[in-house]
């Protein structure tokens, strides 16, 4: 079984994909890093050199004035006002200034769909490339079970997710402590937020440090990222193309990005994966796209769909004819 | 590539594999299962306010100091910090401004712990208040009668009152400049009749800062006198850039006669 996983990784190595996906994450990091320093700037040409508490009450009643044309966002920017008050109220700074600050705001924001994206590059053609090369007769005659043969190519995927953040979690640290100054690991995240209602209930805030934050962020990332690319490993094996995979996966994705915003009285979404891949948002505090909507339930359906993923996947390729 | 690579390359995802698990695993734990540690938020120490910097500039208020009908979202406040740092002065401008608020709002928000702080820091702080009090989103037009307009005054110039109480109490050494009101309706229907009540109101603001030292009432009646059209704002109430302007200058002389607070 190991020499199989570890012929899968050569193969997927020698692609160089993750070349491409470094270099996918150094660009785009560098665009949101330039845009970060370049939004600080900004701020301190309008309110001159002020500590972050002036900042952070001067953003509080920019929110304030918007409230009254913030139309369908009214709600959540409200949330995000109390959640701001909070923070000053209890003196705990919401961006220490420094890499993990961040890093913190970059993965929240990529989790979603940039970070699943990446894995897709790897995922997607896993099985089909080797279909339309016609090199997966060579990998069948070899004398182990398919189902071994496509366990090893799945753990192969399993390991690929985790170089995939690890890229991420690297490149991200590298550059930002490069412009923000490598500090702030410790400095306090509030977290335990809950929406009930369309109110914000801070009654189980609590503090933790910004590594740990970071580590359960990456954690969730990873899974999240796990679950896109499970599904974009079964697309690759029910479809010959991996254009055609790639195209329905992206479609997925793009479609769950504009229903969270559209889907709140629609309840049965919920069950949609792709719904549910913002569990970001529970450790932040903002509200899920429908009401009712917690962690667990996300995760759970989550792996229901991950399971059936590779229940599918599995049964499909020990059956198929393959010629 | 090498197959020996290969292999601490599996080896190596093996173990940040292992890494993420337990990233997961904890934010399962944490989040789903509870962390076990109760809050252990401490009541926040008292901020000293940062000694030695250049002065501050805070703007209170309502819908002026915020801004609205400036095209380039600026308002008076914006404005006179250009001018301020065009003559040299180095000064920070926080603008508290929110839209819509009246006096008993801007009570209320002097009341919030980092808003009385930043007051408490500031070397000049400028006020707009009572536009919201006196037209009531209109209400105050249909209904000018002398009786219902002291009714307002009265109410408005007690909460002023607290206000100015609560920055002297607050800031002790700061220079309040208060704005008064100029009449956007002059050139309607009743137009003499709100102009008179604006007046009225500004002369019982006067009265009221009078009470206080290093209080400024700034008269910006006058200013919106003639050719009020071309100084507001299309709907009619707010000033536009041009109007901000005026005001913004007004205050710009009045500080730089000061030598300068800031």
């Known amino acids: 079984m190991i020499n199989l996983v570890h012929n899968e990784m050569m193969k997927l190595l020698g692609k160089r994909r993750f070349l491409i996906i470094g270099i996918i994450i150094v660009v785009l990091l560098a665009l949101f890093a330039y845009a970060q320093a370049r939004q600080s700037e900004a701020v301190k040409e309008r309110l001159g050199e002020v500590d972050w508490r002036t900042e952070l009450q001067q953003q509080i009643v920019d929110w304030q004035n918007r409230l009254s044309s913030a139309g369908q966002w009214r709600e959540q920017l409200e949330i995000q006002i109390d959640q701001y008050q909070y923070y000053l109220d209890h003196d705990v700074n919401p961006s220490e200034p420094g890499a993990p600050s961040f890093m913190r705001g970059f993965t929240e924001n990529s989790a979603e769909l940039f970070l699943p994206l990446l894995v897709m590059i790897v995922a997607v053609d896993l099985v089909s490339s080797e279909r339309s090369m016609g090199t997966i007769k060579l990998l069948l005659t070899r004398p182990v079970s398919r189902s071994a043969v496509l366990l090893s190519k799945y753990i192969a995927l399993v390991l690929s997710v985790s170089i995939v953040i690890f890229l991420f979690a690297l490149l991200s640290y590298l550059i930002s402590a490069l412009m923000f100054g490598n500090k702030g690991w410790t400095a306090p995240v509030l977290t335990g937020f809950e929406v009930r209602g369309g109110e914000l209930d801070a009654s189980g805030v609590r503090l933790v440090s910004q590594w740990q934050y970071l580590l359960q962020q990456f954690g969730l990332a990873w899974f999240i990222s796990l679950v896109v690319g499970t599904l974009s490993f079964m697309l690759s094996i029910l479809m010959r193309s991996s254009a055609a995979g790639m195209g329905t996966m992206l479609a997925c994705l793009i479609s769950g990005a504009i229903l969270s915003n559209m889907v709140s009285s629609w309840d049965s979404a919920k069950y949609l994966f792709m719904v549910n891949l913002g569990l970001m948002d529970y450790m932040s505090g903002s509200p899920p796209p429908i009401e009712g909507m917690t962690l667990g339930f996300s995760l759970t359906v989550l792996a229901v769909w991950m399971a059936a993923a590779l229940a599918a996947s599995f049964a499909v390729f020990t059956r198929k004819d393959i010629y | ?262």
């Open chain 2, 1 to 262: 590539m090498h197959s020996k690579k290969v292999r601490y390359m599996t080896a190596f995802a093996a173990v940040i594999c292992l890494a993420w698990l337990v990233g997961f695993g904890w934010t399962v734990k944490d989040y789903l299962i509870g962390s076990g540690r109760g809050v252990s938020l401490a009541a926040p120490a008292e901020q000293p306010a940062p000694e030695g910097q250049a002065g501050k500039v805070v703007a209170l208020g309502d819908s002026l100091t915020r801004g609205t009908g400036d095209d380039e979202g600026k308002g008076y406040a914006g404005y006179l910090a250009d001018e301020l740092k065009e003559e040299g002065f180095r000064a920070s401008m926080v603008n508290l401004g929110i839209k819509g608020l009246t006096s008993a709002g801007l009570l209320e928000q002097l009341g919030q712990k980092e808003i009385a702080r930043q007051v408490g820091q500031a070397d000049i702080v400028l006020l707009t208040i009572g536009g919201n009090d006196l037209f009531l989103g209109g209400q105050t037009l249909s209904d000018l009668s002398a009786a219902s307009l002291a009714k307002l005054e009265d109410a408005f110039a007690a909460n002023l009152a607290s206000i100015l109480e609560t920055i002297r109490s607050a800031n002790p050494a700061a220079t309040v400049y208060l704005l008064g009101l100029y009449d956007p309706f002059r050139e309607l229907e009743d137009g003499a009749e709100t102009s008179r009540a604006v007046r009225s109101w500004n002369a019982r603001t006067m009265e009221t800062i009078s009470a206080y030292d290093d209080m400024v009432f700034v008269p910006t009646y006058d200013l919106f006198q003639r050719n009020t059209a071309d100084y507001l704002f299309t709907d009619r109430f707010h000033p536009n850039g041009r109007g901000y302007r005026l005001m913004a200058g007004r205050l710009a002389a009045l500080i730089a006669e000061e030598g300068g607070a800031p």
